[in-house]
Nanobody
Framework: QVQLVESGGGLVQVGGSLRLSCAAS????????MGWFRQAPGKEREFVAA????????FYADSVKGRFTISRDNAKDAVDLQMNSLISEDTADYYC?????????????????WGQGTQVTVSS
């Protein structure tokens, strides 16, 4: 089992920044690809970003590319999502997830463990 706890959500104005953090505990963190997903009201959960086990490779949804940065610290069992130039469409609940995989994947169903989510609201 891997336990994931997100933090850092909140209310921010359009154009602002937020940094989400996810703390992991349980099994060996570096064995897992880590991903961030989000779900807006009435919409399906969607991929935001993923990072390889070593942190050497990152992947982003087109909608956040150039604005969001995913990073991980395997020594601290943590993964972050730096979100810049936020827009109203970024408003959603954001979830951290762990995938026991060799390569990062973008499909939510492939991830084994999920956090409880943290809410991000971007206001104009």
């Amino acid at each position: 089992q891997v336990q994931l706890v997100e933090s850092g959500g909140g209310l921010v104005q359009v154009g602002g920044s937020l940094r989400l953090s996810c703390a992991a505990s349980g099994r060996t963190f570096s064995n897992y690809v880590m991903g961030w997903f989000r779900q807006a009201p009435g919409k399906e959960r969607e991929f935001v970003a993923a990072i390889s086990r070593s942190g050497a490779s990152t992947f982003y949804a087109d909608s956040v590319k150039g604005r969001f940065t995913i990073s991980r610290d395997n020594a601290k069992d943590a993964v972050d999502l730096q979100m810049n130039s936020l827009i109203s469409e970024d408003t959603a609940d954001y979830y951290c997830a762990a995938d026991y995989s060799v390569v990062p994947r973008t499909t939510p169903a492939t991830y084994n463990y999920w956090g409880q989510g943290t809410q991000v609201t971007v206001s104009s």
